[in-house]
């Protein structure tokens, strides 16, 4: 008879920083619904489910993005947050020309954006220059259209801390859309005809 190995049970340490509201799947708009969907596809449910906690418990102690990067502190078991990192692959030279143009081009789909609505055809026009909107897109072998680092000690990629973040992040692309276009490099400035 074969004895299982047992690993030390880890409690994280008790962090005041962002809770998730939207811990039961309330998404209520299709953008924060197709971001949860997204990171469901990835196929890492136990490790969802702990980032889940993680992020409705506020482990998430804070968050910066920067263009196409978000750095995150995960507050975990150790004394010091664990560093995540985010980078999203944006559209540039002629495929992000292409893109701004075919949103501005409709001034509603624009006035949308900027009220914090985001039209559905959005996500076609970024397929259709060979980029998803949203997380966990394959490229190619081993090329993913978002990567994801922490600098926790699991070897598993990605980890309960970037997922923590990654749900946190999905709540404020719930609220502010405009914030998924700026994670692929599109301004609402872009889309606004200074002339």
Request: net charge positive.
């Amino acid at each position: 008879m074969s004895k299982s190995k047992r690993y030390p049970v880890r409690v994280p340490r008790y962090a005041a920083g962002i809770r998730m509201q939207e811990t039961r799947g309330g998404a209520r708009s299709w953008w924060a619904r197709r971001w949860a969907a997204a990171l469901e596809a990835m196929g890492v449910q136990g490790r969802l489910g702990r980032g889940r906690d993680y992020a409705a418990r506020g482990q998430v102690v804070s968050m910066e993005i920067e263009g196409s990067r978000v750095a995150a502190k995960v507050q975990g078991a150790r004394a010091t947050p664990y560093s995540v990192t985010l980078d999203f692959r944006a559209p540039a030279g002629e495929d992000r020309a292409a893109i701004v143009a075919a949103i501005a081009k409709e001034p509603i789909t624009v006035a949308r954006i900027l009220a914090d609505d985001l039209p559905a055809e959005v996500e076609g026009i970024f397929r259709a220059r060979g980029y998803d909107l949203f997380p966990g897109g394959k490229l190619g072998p081993g090329k993913y259209d978002m990567t994801s680092a922490c600098s926790c000690p699991d070897y598993a990629n990605p980890c309960k801390h970037v997922l923590a973040a990654l749900l946190v992040l999905g709540e404020e692309i719930a609220r502010r859309p405009s914030t998924l276009l700026a994670l692929r490099g599109i301004w609402p400035e872009d889309l606004v005809d200074e002339d």
